[in-house]
C-alpha cells in the first residue's frame, strides 16, 4: 500500500498542483512506476476477449501488455489536424459494447500535445455514457509546460476514470521507480488486490525520499526541469530544421515530434539515413502507430551537449 508518508505526499502534490483532493487512504496507490499500473490495471478491469481501446499514435506498452495479457486492441486515431486529440465523433460511430479500458496520455507521448480541459471533459462524459473506464497516463505535465493539469481536475472523474503520475519524468527520477495511480476507493481496492499478488512495494528508504521531493518547491520544477529541458528543446528543434522535419512549438513534454519531408518514402528511410551517414539515432514515428509514419521524434533526455554533438554530426552528414 505504501507508506502513509509516501501517500500524505502524494494527495498533497495533487492538491498544490492541480487543485484535485484525493483521500491518501484511499484513492493513491503508490507504484513502482507507472509503467508498473498499466499491468496492474489491465489484470483488474480486462478478462481475455475484452477490447482497449489504444491510441494511434501511441506508448507501445499500451498495445504490448494488452495482447500479453489476451484482450484486444482496438485502435483510435489521433491525428494532426485535431491537435492529436480524440475524435468523439468517431469514437461514437464504433462497436464500444466488448470495450473495458480507454488509455489516453496527455501532455501526448509521442506527439507532444498538451492537455485540454475541454478533451478532459469530454473524455469524463464519454466514460459515463459508455460505461467505459478511462486511464490518464498523465507523467509528462511538468516537462516545459507551465499550466499542469490532471483528468480529475473534472467534476465526477473519479467516479469512471482513473490517472498515473510518474517521478521519473516530473522529479528527474528515473530508475527509482515510484509512480502513482488516483482514482476512487474502489477501483484501488481492485488494484491493490491485484499489485498485492505480484509484488511487495517499494523499498521504504526510496518511498521516504520521494515523499520529500513531492514537497519541492516550484522554483526547483522551473529551474531542474523547464529550463534543462528547454536548452536541450532549442537544439532538437535546430536538427528538425536540418533534417527538412516541421514540428509544432507548441507541443510539450521530454520529446520532440517532427513531420518528414515529402521527399522521404517514409520516416524510417529518413532515420536509416542519419543513423548511417551521421551516426545519430532518431525514432521513426511508425513504432507508434500508424499514424506516425510520416514523423520522427527526437528525445530530450540527453544532456544538452549530447544532443548539440548530434546537431553537429548531422550538419556535416546530410
Not at 482514482?183 to 499489485?195: C, D, G, M, P, R
Not at 520544477?221 to 536548452?231: C, I, L, M, T
Request: hydrophobic share 40%.
Amino acid at each position: 500500500m505504501g507508506t502513509p508518508e509516501l501517500r500524505e505526499a502524494m494527495a498533497g502534490f495533487y492538491q498544490r498542483w492541480y487543485g484535485v483532493e484525493l483521500d491518501p487512504k484511499t484513492e493513491i496507490q503508490p507504484l513502482i512506476g507507472s509503467k508498473e499500473g498499466i499491468l496492474h490495471v489491465t489484470l483488474a478491469f480486462v478478462n481475455p476477449g475484452d477490447q482497449v481501446l489504444v491510441p494511434n499514435p501511441g506508448y507501445p506498452t499500451y498495445t504490448s501488455l494488452s495482447k500479453l495479457l489476451g484482450a484486444e486492441v482496438v485502435n483510435y486515431d489521433l491525428r494532426e489536424d485535431n491537435g492529436w486529440q480524440p475524435d468523439f465523433e468517431a469514437l461514437e460511430q464504433m462497436d464500444l459494447s466488448r470495450v473495458k479500458l480507454m488509455w489516453t496520455n496527455y501532455p501526448n507521448m509521442p506527439t507532444g500535445a498538451n492537455a485540454q480541459m475541454q478533451t478532459y471533459e469530454r473524455l469524463v462524459r464519454f466514460a459515463r455514457e459508455k460505461g467505459i473506464v478511462v486511464v490518464n497516463d498523465n507523467p509528462y505535465s511538468f516537462i516545459l509546460n507551465e499550466h499542469p493539469i490532471s483528468l480529475l481536475q473534472v467534476p465526477g472523474a473519479k467516479d469512471c476514470c482513473i490517472e498515473f503520475n510518474s517521478m521519473s519524468k516530473s522529479h528527474n527520477m528515473p530508475g527509482w521507480r515510484v509512480g502513482l495511480c488516483a482514482t476512487n476507493a474502489t477501483f484501488i481496492s481492485w488494484i491493490l488486490k491485484v499489485k498485492s499478488n505480484i509484488d511487495s512495494g517499494t523499498f521504504r528508504g526510496l518511498q521516504l525520499a520521494a515523499a520529500e521531493a513531492y514537497r519541492n518547491a516550484p522554483e526547483w520544477h522551473e529551474q531542474a526541469n523547464r529550463a534543462v529541458y528547454a536548452a536541450r528543446r532549442r537544439h532538437a528543434e535546430e536538427i528538425m530544421r536540418v533534417l527538412g522535419c516541421t514540428c509544432d512549438p507548441a507541443q510539450v513534454g521530454m520529446f520532440l515530434w517532427g513531420k518528414i519531408p515529402d521527399k522521404y518514402k517514409n520516416a524510417e528511410e529518413l532515420t536509416e539515413r542519419v543513423l548511417h551517414e551521421a551516426r545519430v539515432f532518431i525514432t521513426p514515428g511508425f513504432i507508434f502507430g500508424s499514424n506516425g509514419e510520416r514523423y520522427i521524434r527526437i528525445s530530450l533526455c540527453a544532456k544538452e551537449e549530447k544532443i548539440e554533438q548530434a546537431l553537429e554530426r548531422i550538419k556535416k552528414a546530410i
